[in-house]
């Protein structure tokens, strides 16, 4: 098989969450042991950090792993969805995987893991922490795919774990409320073992404090001593922030949510400051500066071109949009034309509450099997009197809304991971 048929394959002979959703989804971390025995534990070779929560898991990861390379660590970083290409899950100081790699993993392995009948993200999991112990990644920084408990992730050991946020998402998972989310999440915590909470209330707080008390785990709430004193948007599109240990920062992501997950990011920073793992306070600096160019990260309040100026965002719940919505509606713009969609595991209705009134809308859908049809996007959106054009493809959406743009227009696309994916392959 060549690459795309490699990939191809385990799209196909796998379950996918992105692709079917809930039939995807394997409680229990079985398949995932026998994976991690097969591999002789490749998990233990390396030093990991793990991160969890609702929204923020992707900047979070992305910042921390460039700040780890400014500081000159050989990084792994692990991470998903992918946007454009299968590989950008898996990458090494910002290198994706070799397509070879994944070639040979699969004709190698498969007549182990057939048998086995494991999702495409148990099987992505196992190939991320073979090739990280095999290339020598001195640590990695590891994305909680979904929860946290029962994530295939979990097998790790990490030197730190941290916890974004909790918000509803993945509910019918994780359950319907927070105290429920968060017992999930919780389970990331490990004995003896550091935890950094960014985001907490009372009945989130309680959770995880009596899981870092029952695991003999130190507990920090990012809130509770922020690291971040200010914040401001700054002339390259990015945000420049004072903070309390590491002077000011240039971040080069832009997205005003970002100020959450900055201070989410400095916590944990100065935890491996202090543990001197991060040996120098300069590579944090420098790891905000060049988080997209270090790691490749894509999709986070990314401007694709100005005069019309076009941004895209992967928010994709009611916790992201809340942010969102602030941010589109403070452009200073002439018209406000928003290319949107969703997939059918999201809170559309809350999501659309949200929406901005004067907004000029083309509705789509990802091409995704788990897509909200755009129809069921239009009626939703006439509940909320908001009005729009109904388009089958993202590129069909996209390029009429560029179509009817002028130079002083805004133009916003999003909803869903999914429809800045076909964005960005539009692109590519």
């Known amino acids: 098989m060549n690459y795309q048929e490699t990939v191809n394959y385990l799209f196909n002979s796998t379950p996918v969450f992105e692709h079917v959703g809930a039939s995807a989804y394997k409680e229990g971390l079985s398949n995932t042991l026998a994976l991690d025995e097969h591999f002789d534990h490749p998990h233990t070779k390396f030093l990991s950090i793990h991160v969890a929560g609702t929204n923020g898991k992707g900047s979070c990861s992305h910042t921390l792993a460039s700040i780890l390379q400014a500081d000159g660590y050989k990084v792994g970083l692990y991470t998903s969805p992918h946007l454009v290409d299968f590989r950008e899950r898996i990458k090494i100081n910002g290198e994706c995987i070799s397509e070879k790699y994944v070639i040979d993993f699969v004709e190698k392995e498969k007549d182990f893991f057939e048998p086995l009948h494991p999702s495409f993200f148990e099987l992505t999991t196992a190939m991320a922490f073979k090739y990280f112990a095999e290339q020598k990644v001195d640590i990695a920084v590891i994305e909680v795919g979904l929860g946290g408990r029962l994530d295939c992730t979990n097998i790790i050991n990490p030197i730190l774990s941290i916890i974004t946020n909790i918000s509803f998402d993945h509910t019918q998972f994780l359950g319907d409320t927070l105290p429920k989310i968060a017992y999930e999440k919780a389970g990331i ?24 008390q029952k695991m003999n785990s130190t507990i920090v709430f990012a809130e509770d001593i922020p690291a971040l004193l200010s914040s401001k948007p700054n002339a390259k599109g990015g945000r420049t922030y004072k903070t309390r240990y590491f002077g000011e920062i240039e971040g080069e992501l832009g997205g005003i949510y970002q100020d959450k997950n900055t201070n989410t990011i400095l916590c944990a920073a100065t935890q491996l400051y202090n543990k001197k793992i991060i040996r120098d306070a300069e590579s944090v600096v420098k790891g905000f500066a060049n988080v997209c160019e270090s790691t490749g990260l894509m999709g986070r309040w990314q401007k694709l071109q100005d005069r019309p100026t076009v941004i895209c965002d992967t928010g994709h719940n009611v916790g992201g949009w809340q942010y969102l919505s602030k941010q589109i509606a403070s452009q200073s713009c002439k018209h406000r034309r928003i290319v949107f969609g969703m997939v059918d595991d999201k809170d559309i209705d809350s999501v659309m509450e949200l929406l901005p009134e004067d907004g000029i809308f083309y509705w789509t859908q990802p091409s995704t099997k788990r897509a909200f049809p755009v129809e069921k996007v239009a009626e939703e959106a006439d509940k909320h009197q908001l009005t729009g054009k109904q388009y089958p493809t993202v590129e069909a959406a996209y390029k009429a809304a560029l179509a009817d743009a002028d130079e002083e227009d805004f133009i916003f696309v999003g909803g869903s991971s999914y429809i800045v994916a076909d964005l960005l392959a539009l692109k590519k």
Do not use: S
């Open 189 to 212: 915590i490990k004995d003896n073992r550091p935890v950094v909470i960014g985001e907490a209330n009372d009945d989130t707080r309680v959770i995880f404090e009596a899981k870092a």
